[in-house]
Structure formats: C-alpha cells, structure tokens
C-alpha cells in the first residue's frame, strides 16, 4: 500500500501536507516537552520518547505485515546516519536548548534549519529551487521569525543560560538539516516506505543515546545514591510517563513517520520550510491556554502563509 494512501493525503502535494501535519503536532509537543524538561535531563527524556516510538513502529509495521523486508544496504546505512545525526544527537541538543530558552525562542533557532536543509541539499544532491520558492522560503522564514522572537517580559532568561541555549539551539538545528539531508537521498534513491525508514532512523538514534547514557552514568559514580533515586523517583512516576507516552505519540511516532513522508514527496528545501512552521501553530495554542495574541502575531503568521503560498506555486 503506498504511503500516500495510508495518510489519505489526497491532492498533489503529499509530501507539503505531511509536513504541515508533522509541524503542527510538534507545536503542540513542544510545550509538553518544556514542561517535562524541568523534571527529566535531556538525553533520558530523549531516550524514554524514543523507545516508545519504536515500540509503536514495530506495532504498526506487524499490523501492516510487512515484516520481510531487504533493503539495499547503501540507503539503510545513510538512514541510520541520518537517525544518529538528526535524532540521537539533534534532538538532546533540541531537548537541552528549550530547557535554557524555553519552547519560543528555541523554535526560533529551529528556522535556520530550513535555510542549511536546501544548502546542503543544493551542494550534495543537486537540488535546484525555482526563484518562486527560494523567495518562499525567506518570506516564510521572516514570518515564523518574526512571531516568535516577540519579546516577552516573562519569557527573561540569564546570560548563560542564553549562551548555552544559543549554542544548542544552533546544534539542533545543524543536525536536523544534515539528518534531513541524508534521509531523502536515501529515500529517494530507494523504495523504504517513510514507516520503515522512521523505524531505521529511530533505531539508530536510540543506539547513540543509549551509548551516551552510558558515558553519562559512568561518569556520575560519585553521586550520592539517595540523590539519584530521587531523581528516578522524580520523573519515572506512571503520570510522567503517560504523559511522555502521549507526547512520543504525536510527536516521534506520527512526527517523524510525516517527516519521512514530506521528504520522500517534496524537495529537502521545501519540506524543511513547512516542518519550521510549528511556531505558527502555537499561536492558537497559546489563545486556548488564555495568552494574549498580539497584532504582531497575525501579520507573521499572514507573511508566513503567503510564503507558503510561494512554495506551492513553485
């Protein structure tokens, strides 16, 4: 059964759709995720959302009964470097930059990612954009970047924690283009359905944060013992871990297998510009939650929309 089918992402851009639904379920997984990063460190936040999503891929491949699959080792290689790069390590950096900068400004940081994605894609795949959705890209980029670098009097971070997030930010946002960037060569120079490759990347992924996790351990001996269990206490409790498995749900299960879906059906410059827009879709968020919605927020989200206009016209 081909992927569009399984998403019913009718029409002629499956893969622009599939982004804009990932970019909205990580919107709403990102204020989860800063509240859960005040409770748990990034590499064990990253390693429990992890796991859960591998479990519901493995589900989800059983029901489907594609089991017996064999892949070309070339693509499955690039796609656990992808995972590595764009999960393992970009995701903890992503995780370790809203825990300084909060969920804002941090996605924020993440529209640079679009930019690198077509760079590089340009460099190492040939890629070529009409003019139409390079100028696209930069009005959706302004549009995003101007919602959400509006200051706020309570969203104030020290200068420290501003450097650290700056740099995670920048990590996370490096990775995820560089991740990008290997899963559609490897999705396009093969026949791996987006589920089988989000499964690969996952794995991958997993494998590093787990060795790191390790590395971390090993270097914490000298904890005291009792400060450690209550740290496990603190966020191993059946409510934090409903709510990660909500969280993992939406955001790397569903999230990453629309990720995959947008790469293999849209262009890496294009479908990294609408997987940056999920700062657009907090803004509904935040009028649910009670916030204020400013002028400023609508005219982004109107320059963002007509730059998404751009990519579809181009």
């Known amino acids: 059964m081909e992927t569009v089918n399984e998403f019913n992402l009718v029409g002629q851009y499956p893969g622009e759709i ?89 996605l924020l940081m993440e529209t640079l990612a679009p930019v690198m994605g077509a760079l590089f894609a340009w460099v190492l795949l040939g890629e070529r954009l009409p003019i139409a959705s390079w100028c696209g890209i930069l009005l959706t980029l302004l549009g995003v970047a101007w919602v959400i670098s509006e200051k706020s009097p309570l969203s104030a971070v020290s200068d420290r924690a501003w450097r650290k997030g700056i740099y995670w930010g920048l990590m996370a946002a490096l990775t995820q283009a560089i991740g990008s960037v290997l899963s559609r060569f490897a999705l396009v120079e093969s026949d791996i359905s987006p589920l089988w490759s989000s499964l690969i990347r996952l794995a991958a992924g997993q494998a590093i944060v787990f060795l790191l996790l390790l590395k971390s351990l090993s270097l914490s001996d000298r904890v005291v013992e009792k400060e450690k269990n209550k740290q496990i206490q603190n966020y191993l409790s059946l409510r934090i871990l409903g709510i990660i498995t909500l969280a993992a749900f939406g955001s790397t299960y569903l999230g990453i297998w629309l990720q995959q879906t947008s790469l293999k059906f849209a262009p890496t410059g294009i479908a990294q510009t609408l997987l940056a827009t999920s700062p657009l879709f907090i803004i509904p968020i935040a009028a649910i939650r009670g916030e204020k919605i400013t002028i400023r927020s609508i005219l982004g989200v109107s320059i963002a929309l007509v730059g998404i206009g751009l990519l579809f016209s181009g």
């Not at 479990?55 to 070309?72: E, K, R, S, Y």
């Open 18 to 106: 599939a982004a804009l639904t990932a970019a909205f379920l990580w919107a709403l997984s990102s204020v989860v995720y800063s509240m859960l990063g005040r409770r748990i460190p990034p590499l064990e936040l990253n390693f429990l959302k992890g796991i859960i999503a591998i479990a519901l891929l493995i589900v989800t491949i059983l029901l489907q009964g594609n089991i017996f699959v064999d892949f070309p080792l070339l693509p499955v290689v690039f796609l656990a470097l992808s995972g590595i790069v764009g999960i393992g390590l970009g995701d903890t950096a992503y995780f370790s930059a809203l825990n300084n900068l909060g969920a804002r400004r941090t």
